[in-house]
């Protein structure tokens, strides 16, 4: 089991950028995929990024493909998003998740397939 904290998030201008950090404490991260998941107000959580265990594979929502990138260093137990050319409808508080994962090749899209969440980062963009 892990424990993840998110931390980074902030108020932006439109076009602007931020990197989020998720911290992991817990025993062999390298044994789960990762994925960044966020949440506007009144909507339902929807996924934005995820990588594999060794940080090789990894997948984006489409509404983000070529703006966001995700990345991880197990030596340190981190996983980053960065966020480039933000929007005002990528706002909403960003969570991390951890996949207990088998297969380099498991890159879950679905918030059901994860079982450890963090409480969160908010993201605010300005127009």
């Avoid at 980074?8 to 911290?23: F, N």
């Avoid at 090789?56 to 340190?76: E, H, L, P």
Wanted: hydrophobic share 40%; aromatic share 12%.
């Amino acid at each position: 089991q892990v424990v993840l904290v998110e931390s980074g998030g902030g108020l932006v201008q439109a076009g602007g950028s931020l990197r989020l950090s998720c911290a992991a404490s817990g025993r062999r991260f390298d044994n789960y995929a990762v994925g960044w998941f966020r949440q506007a107000p009144g909507a339902e959580r929807e996924f934005v990024a995820a990588i594999g265990r060794s940080g090789v594979n990894k997948n984006y929502a489409d509404s983000v493909k070529g703006r966001f990138a995700v990345s991880r260093d197990n030596t340190i137990n981190t996983v980053w998003l960065r966020m480039a050319n933000l929007q005002p409808e990528d706002a909403g508080i960003y969570f991390c998740a951890a996949a207990s994962s088998g297969s380099d090749w498991y890159i879950p899209q679905l918030v059901h397939d994860y079982d450890q969440w963090g409480r969160g980062t908010q993201v605010a963009v300005s127009s």
